[in-house]
């Protein structure tokens, strides 16, 4: 973290008394870029726009307008969080996913662009076998902020989803995000993974924890620091998330359904040994945009087509 004093020249433009909007988004930029920091100007850009409530378009044509006391104040501070690693979705208390803005607290991952890549693979296995507006019965276990489970209702019109999770105060935010989303039929429940869960289901997604203990302090801080042990910790090689779902899932999934689960880097091979040794039939991971083995499919090998 850069020094008191340091953070505060953020809210003055080289000595002098006005800074703008526009200046002030190239001071930030400029000091997140010394930091090493991952997309400055963007970081920048939206935390500017988050400080004075602005977004992209209002920003831009109020570049020349100079900041008063307070803005530059609120601005400070939020630099300040980011400067310390924090992310700019926890500073903001919200982020993106799948094109539905969600918000987030402590208790929830940051939702990851990789993590859309099980929602494509959800949708691809429904196409497969059906229109989507059938009606359809779906899991997500260790939901979080809802993304995953929330994405796939948005897609699918008749299906019905229980989202999971062992933290009350992530069941809050789920609950939440689906009731500002107008997604009625989705229900959420605190249990370990599917514990809690009973009957036939179409479709079982999990993001589950799948970092191996060892490994953690190495994270970037972003992630370390600030995301929820509880949903990184996967155990001493990362496996134990997904044993879990090895041991419950085939006597939950139906006539044809599905499991996908997303894959932390190389444990393609291993999650698949699990999965088979359970009874069920995994496909080839489909691989995210970086190419990574990410969403791994298996279907129950004693139903279905």
């Not at 429904?126 to 902020?145: E, F, H, K, V």
């Not at 809050?172 to 599917?194: E, K, S």
């Not at 496909?283 to 279907?299: H, I, N, Q, T």
Request: proline share 7%; charged share 20%.
């Amino acid at each position: 973290m850069m020094p008191a004093a340091d953070i505060a020249t953020l809210t003055q433009d080289r000595g002098a008394d006005a800074l703008t909007i526009a200046g002030a988004r190239r001071l930030l930029a400029e000091k997140f870029r010394a930091a090493g920091i991952d997309s400055p100007e963007l970081d920048a850009r939206i935390l500017v726009g988050h400080a004075l409530s602005r977004d992209h378009a209002a920003l831009a044509a109020a570049g020349a307008r100079v900041l008063i006391a307070d803005e530059k104040d609120a601005i400070a501070a939020l630099a300040h969080r980011r400067l310390a690693h924090e992310p700019v979705a926890r500073i903001i208390g919200g982020k993106e996913f799948w094109s539905l803005n969600l918000r987030i607290n402590a208790a929830t991952l940051v939702p990851r662009p990789e993590t859309e890549t099980v929602v494509e693979a959800a949708l691809a296995a429904i196409d497969a076998t059906g229109p989507r507006s059938r009606m359809l019965r779906i899991a997500d276990l260790g939901t979080g902020s809802g993304a995953l489970l929330l994405a796939l209702l948005t897609e699918l019109p008749n299906a019905t989803g229980i989202g999971t999770d062992t933290s009350f105060d992530a069941l809050v935010v789920a609950r939440g995000n689906a009731q500002r989303l107008g997604v009625a039929h989705a229900a959420f429940v605190a249990c370990d993974m599917a514990a809690a869960l009973g009957g036939s289901f179409d479709l079982i997604v999990s993001n589950p924890p799948y970092i191996a203990s060892g490994d953690i302090a190495a994270l970037a801080p972003e992630v370390r620091d600030f995301d929820p042990r509880a949903a990184l910790d996967g155990g001493p090689d990362g496996l134990d998330g997904y044993r879990v779902i090895a041991a419950t899932v085939p006597a939950l999934l139906g006539p044809g359904g599905t499991l996908i689960v997303e894959l932390g880097s190389r444990q393609a091979p291993a999650v698949t040994a699990l999965f088979s040794a359970a009874g069920l039939g995994p496909s080839p991971p489909r691989r995210d945009l970086k190419g990574v083995p990410r969403a791994l499919m298996a279907r129950n090998a004693g139903k279905g087509p």
